[in-house]
């Protein structure tokens, strides 16, 4: 269903085996993980999470894709999207993105198109992002609107 989506600077697309270096990158740094619900990633957990990708980019209840900046040929950051509940046409969206790339715009570019997916593909009315400053994203307008889930609930 959903393969390879190209924007301005960026293509979002299947992960790929040489990817694992580039995820590496900013996987292992304390700034990825601290706020997140993981431990200290390591070598292992990083290529445990690259074989998962390889093996189903639509695995552990999303569809994950690999952010590639297209003039540098090479993998920036990561993108998910997951249907939360279907009765309510809901879901949410997660990124990362190797901070070394911060400040260009590119994870909004990133997230422009995984909402698109989400809304024109997966028929999605509301996602989310769970993150400390949250917000919800709604399809008839594309407006953004505060985000109610107390920090640190994953629900």
Request: charged share 30%.
């Amino acid at each position: 269903m959903v393969r390879q989506y190209q924007r301005w600077h960026l293509r979002l697309r299947p992960f790929r085996p040489d990817d694992f270096r580039f995820l590496q990158d900013y996987a292992l740094k304390e700034y990825f993980w601290r706020f997140l619900p993981l431990e200290r990633q390591t070598s292992d957990s990083v290529r445990s999470f690259l074989d998962r990708r390889l093996e189903d980019e639509w695995g552990d209840g999303g569809y994950h894709c690999a952010v590639e900046l297209i003039d540098a040929q090479r993998l920036i950051g990561t993108a998910r999207i997951s249907v939360k509940d279907i009765t309510h046409c809901s879901g949410d969206i997660g990124y990362a993105l190797n901070e070394n790339f911060s400040g260009e715009g590119y994870m909004t570019e990133a997230v422009q198109k995984i909402l698109q997916i989400g809304f024109d593909q997966l028929y999605l009315e509301r996602i989310a992002r769970r993150k400390i400053a949250g917000w919800t994203a709604r399809k008839e307008s594309q407006s953004v609107e505060p985000d109610l889930t107390p920090s640190g609930d994953d629900g």
